[in-house]
């Protein structure tokens, strides 16, 4: 089974960047659609980005979208998530999650996630 | 304001059965049967607990069950017990490739 573990979180100014990243164990990682999701404090889930298996494609929520770029290294089994122009809504813990099947799956697997705050 | 609309609360006592609404639209949950439902608990990692509407990973008890009409999809816990009580959100797959989340309904076992 695939095991995921975030890491980069920590304490941002606004208007800086940072940049997440989620290590995958096994060979599941490179045949997997993978997301970030996201949960601000006493808010819901709220769906950040997603990358096809091959990093073709890439797809991203509207309050992200031209700010976040999601990426990953096969090679390495690791994903991205670059966080640009941040601002205090983007506090949040971030959870990177394996799709099962593809775009429209289920996220089956779930890293406990990295928190991102401001100062 | 999330993009599905579940309620705040719900709560139950033990033995009983609680069904936990998700609402949509007919660009999201009417429209495919991408809806998953998830069970996070303070300070451990989301876990899914149904998908495809109705389908349950390994492991997760047959107390737990899928259904949806139209653009509300629901979740079943049948025969409640205590390690139940947690906060559980739905998703769904939805147009333009977004994947859209619930504002989540937190369980309470009386």
């Known amino acids: 089974q695939i095991h995921l573990e975030e890491s980069g979180g920590g304490v941002v100014r606004p208007g800086r960047s940072q940049r997440l990243s989620c290590a995958a164990s096994?060979?599941?990682?490179?045949?997997?659609?993978m997301h970030w999701v996201r949960q601000a404090p006493g808010k819901g889930l709220e769906w950040v980005a997603a990358?096809?298996?091959?990093?073709?494609?890439?797809y991203y929520g509207d309050p992200v979208k031209g700010r976040f770029t999601i990426s990953r290294d096969n090679s390495k089994n690791t994903l991205f998530l670059q966080m640009n122009s941040l601002t205090v809504d983007d506090t949040a813990v971030y959870y990177c999650?394996?799709?099962?099947?593809?775009?429209?799956?289920?996220?089956?697997?779930w890293g406990q996630g990295t928190m991102v705050i401001f100062s | 304001q999330s993009a599905l609309t579940q309620p705040p609360s719900a709560s139950g006592s033990p033995g009983q059965s609680v069904t936990l609404s998700c609402t949509g639209t007919s660009s999201d949950v009417a429209n495919y049967d991408s809806v998953s439902w998830y069970q996070l608990r303070p300070g451990k990692a989301p876990k899914l607990i149904l998908y495809e509407v109705n389908k349950r990973p390994s492991g997760v008890p047959d107390r737990f069950s899928g259904s949806k009409s139209g653009n509300t999809a629901s979740l079943t816990v049948s025969g409640l017990q205590a390690e139940d009580e947690s906060d559980y959100y739905c998703s769904s797959y939805g147009a333009n490739n977004k994947v859209l989340f619930g504002g989540g309904t937190k369980l309470t076992v009386l």
């Open positions: 990358i096809s298996y091959d990093g073709g494609h890439k």
């Open positions: 096994g060979s599941e990682f490179r045949r997997s659609v």
């Open positions: 999650g394996r799709g099962l099947k593809d775009m429209s799956g289920p996220i089956d697997r």
